[in-house]
């Protein structure tokens, strides 16, 4: 997807932001221990057993740990879907390629491409002094990825493309293969599945990580409303029936992405005209769209404004942007008359009064995830948007 042009979507921020996955990790891992997260690396579930108001999980260490809620994020041959029984149906892979994020004495040619056809080595700067060098690998497909070792991948950026750029320093090394995997079911029982442990994919269009936070994004909300006590009925369900087609998505197009990088000279003329088809923007906006994933829109009831089950973009307010406002993990009513209330909600439901000239409502209600329910309408859709997502009020109101 070299053509494609962000500057095209509808979003604050219309531009690519390369961040190298150690980065994103290190940010993350800070965050969780400011908010006090107990963190435990190294242990691996071999069994768990559900109850009515909880799940048992049983460590290979011996332990064993008591939860509400058991989340498997363990990755492409996930143990915890493996214990759940659920089917990982999809298309096996037939190439592995071998990445590394490392500084270079000799700079190679840039491309931005993250595979391309056997015989060839894609590289893009991720920052400075930093590539990614990506290269095919030369021993088959394997089932259990290992990252290669700094020598090896050097090994092998020498059998394909002749010298190694004098890689050294890694910051990351990894292996992917391009086969795609997509699981029946996010969720059984108290038992759910978030990234890599719920889809697989070829790495094309970096698609990867950005999925996996999404999972996240959707279900933390609603795994905290559920422990809170607010969660309205079939809130949970939710969670496989917005996230499982995304999913499903994100396979289609990557899937699409490694035939057109990979195409033979049969193929050949497709991906040229796949290339002018881009130079129109309606063309390239919907895969700008698709690829960037500001394009998913939930099916969230209400109207059909053209704003609804989209997460709203971060636009500006007084002396504020809008997702300052959303830090906390609450839900936003953005009230553009001042005349709607959400108080019987205040304890989950922020209220800002406030003026965009951009937005053509009155009122945007928000999900904890920034998308939205409800696009005004009167006090009577509010509340109905308010009791669908945010359960039964709580608040006393005079």
Sequence with gaps: MLKLRPDLLDTAHPYDLLIPQTRTEQLLAE???????DVRRG???????????GVTVELASGDRLRTRYLVGCDGGHSDVRTL???????QPAERDVLFADVEVTQPPPLTRADTTSPGSVGAYLVEDGIYRIVVPADDGVQRHRTAPTLDQFRARLREVAGTDFG????????RSGDGTRLVEQYRVGR???????????????GQGLNLGLQDAFNLGWKLAADINGWAPTGLLDTYHGERHPVAARVLANT???TALMTATEQLMPLRELFAELMDFDQVNRYLAGMICATDIRYDVGGTDHALMGRRMRDIPLTGRRLYELMH?????LLDQTGQLSAQAWSDRVDVVVDRNPELDVDAVLLRPDGHVVCTG?????LDAALHRWFGQPTAMVD
């Design 43 to 53: 242990h691996q579930v071999i069994a768990f057993d559900q109850h009515d108001d």
């Design 255 to 257: 899937r699409a992405q």
């Design 191 to 205: 038992v759910l599945l978030a990234g890599d442990a719920a889809h697989v994919h070829s790495p094309a269009g």
């Design 84 to 90: 759940m029984g659920v089917g990982f149906p999809g």
């Design 328 to 332: 906390d993990g609450r839900g936003l």
């Design 167 to 174: 890689a050294h320093s890694p910051r990351w090394l990894s």
């Design 377 to 381: 309408g009167g006090q009577d859709e």
């Design 31 to 37: 965050h969780a221990t400011e908010l006090a997260v």
